[in-house]
Each structure stands twice: as structure tokens, then as C-alpha cells.
């Protein structure tokens, strides 16, 4: 079973609405919670609930984590396959003034897993100092991993369309070449970098648009 993290993002009813309904498309049997709602239980109590699902055959366990959820520091027996940093504009600022709490949330991230990233404000986070990360980036710009190529399209009405700007490997280690991506907008109050954010995870993922 995979185990991904969706870190930081104040929109985060969104992406998980958006993320569950890709996943329910692709019959993906997964389960959505919240780090806050298990962390008074203790460690003992996540750790049992997903050693369940994964007896239960489920495909995937999203956990999302509030950016300001400090709480973070305890410890935690979690090892994480993806992470997502849904953090841009104004609280991008939490990282630096919270950094022993991602650094300790990048710790827990397996060896050979994936962070995906806002590559217009995080590419140059002290964050990822010193180390050794698979990291798939997304935003407006010709260095980003995976970016935008609808913005001002009519087809963006209905449609968000991206393309993958170079290889990158999935967590299934299947090698990605740079081709174009369409996702339909189901909730319409998911901004662009949400939409980036969403088919950056489901590429990552190894899911097939």
C-alpha cells in the first residue's frame, strides 16, 4: 500500500475532493484522514490503522497535515512514499519559520519516495539542503517538472492541460517521458496552482490520465 502525505495547503477540502475523485475514476480504493484527528490517540493508533487498510488491500492512505500543525514533532512510526507541498504564495513563510517541523516531516519520507513541490516559490527552501531527494516540481516556469499549457485556452474552461517538460520516474518506477496531460475541472474553485498540484500527484501516483 502506498502511504502519501499532503502537506501545507489551506485549500485542502479541494484537493482532497479533487484527488478522491480521480482516484474513485481509476477504482483506487484508499482512505483519507487527517494526521490531527490520530495524533492525541498516539503513534500506536495510525500506525494499526494503516497496517488495516493495508490488510484490506487498500491501494493508498492519504494523510493530509495542516502546514501550521506543529504537533508533528511527537513521534510518529509513519513512512511516507509521496509528499506533496501544497504551499505557495503567502504561507509559503511557514516553512522558514517552521523548519524543524518539515525537515522532521521529510524525514519520514522512505528512500526512494517523492516529494513533489511549488517550484515558483520552494526550489530554493533551505529545506532541501544537504539532501539526497527525488523531488517533481510544478508551477509557471520552464525549469518546473510539470507546468501549465491552458492558461488563456478556451479548452481551460472545462479542461486543465499541462505537460510534462522532462523524464521523471513514478513511485510504480516507470520512466515518464515529457508528453501533454488533461484533467477535467470537477470543482471549479480549484485554482491553477491546485490543478498543477493534483496532476502532479497523480502522476507521481503512476496514474494514467
Known amino acids: 500500500m502506498i502511504v502519501a502525505g499532503v502537506i501545507g495547503s489551506k ?10 475523485s480521480i482516484l474513485s475514476d481509476k477504482a483506487l480504493k484508499y482512505s483519507a484522514i487527517e494526521l490531527c484527528s ?5 503513534e500506536r493508533a495510525l500506525s494499526s490503522y494503516l497496517k488495516e487498510l493495508s490488510k484490506n488491500d487498500f491501494d493508498l492512505a492519504i494523510i493530509y497535515i495542516q502546514e501550521d500543525f506543529a504537533n508533528f514533532r511527537k513521534p510518529i512510526n509513519i513512512e511516507f512514499d ?15 519559520s517552521n523548519m524543524g517541523l518539515y525537515s522532521n516531516i521529510i524525514d519520514h519520507l522512505n528512500n526512494s519516495g517523492s516529494i513533489i513541490i511549488n517550484s515558483d516559490f520552494m526550489i530554493g527552501s533551505k ?15 520552464s525549469k518546473a517538472s510539470i507546468t501549465a499549457s491552458s492558461v488563456g485556452d478556451s479548452l481551460a474552461e472545462d479542461f486543465f492541460l499541462c505537460s510534462l517538460q522532462r523524464p521523471i520516474i513514478d513511485i510504480t518506477k516507470r520512466v515518464l517521458e515529457p508528453q501533454e496531460y488533461k484533467l477535467k475541472r470537477t470543482n471549479v474553485n480549484a485554482g491553477d496552482y491546485e490543478m498543477l498540484a493534483i496532476i502532479a500527484f497523480g502522476i507521481v501516483l503512476g496514474i494514467d490520465f
Request: glycine share 8%; proline share 0%; hydrophobic share 45%.
Open 11 to 20: 485549500n485542502n477540502n479541494i484537493i482532497s475532493k479533487s484527488i478522491g
Open 38 to 42: 490520530f495524533i492525541e490517540e498516539g
Open 82 to 96: 509521496i509528499l506533496l507541498f501544497c504551499m505557495h504564495d503567502k504561507n509559503i513563510h511557514l516553512i522558514e
Open 127 to 141: 529545506l532541501f539542503e544537504g539532501k539526497a531527494l527525488h523531488l517533481v516540481t510544478y508551477g509557471f516556469n
